[in-house]
Nanobody, 112 residues
C-alpha cells in the first residue's frame, strides 16, 4: 500500500485548506488512517485519525477546527483545515498503521 498526500499550500491566518491522501490500494481494507504533522524544528505529532467505520479522534489543539473524513470509493482520506493559525504551519503526513505506510507529506504554511 502506498499513500500520497497533496493539497497543502500557503494560506493566511483564519483561512482553510483541504489536504488529501490517496491510497494505491482500496482504503476500506487499509483500516484506520491517521494524519500527522511536523513543524520546523519539532517532532512529528499525531493530529487526527479515522477508522473504517468513520469514527474520528483529534488532538486537542485542532478540535473544532479540523475535520478528517474518508471516501472509500475514491480511496481517499481528507483533512479539512479551518480557522488556520500560524502554529499549524507544518508538513502534514498521512499514515496507515496496518501497513506502516507513510505518505510523502504536503506543506501547509499559515502566514500573512
Amino acid at each position: 500500500v502506498q499513500l500520497q498526500a497533496s493539497g497543502g499550500g500557503l494560506v493566511q491566518p483564519g483561512g482553510s485548506l483541504r489536504p488529501s491522501c490517496v491510497a494505491s490500494g482500496t482504503i476500506f481494507s487499509i483500516g484506520t488512517v491517521g494524519w500527522y504533522r511536523q513543524a520546523p524544528g519539532k517532532q512529528r505529532e499525531w493530529v487526527a485519525r479515522i477508522t473504517n467505520d468513520g469514527r474520528t479522534n483529534y488532538v486537542d489543539s485542532v478540535k473544532g477546527r479540523f475535520t478528517i473524513s474518508r471516501d472509500n470509493a475514491e480511496n481517499t482520506v481528507y483533512l479539512q483545515l479551518n480557522s488556520l493559525k500560524p502554529e499549524d504551519t507544518a508538513v502534514y503526513y498521512c499514515y496507515a498503521p496496518a501497513y506502516d505506510s507513510w505518505g510523502q507529506g504536503t506543506l501547509v504554511t499559515v502566514s500573512s
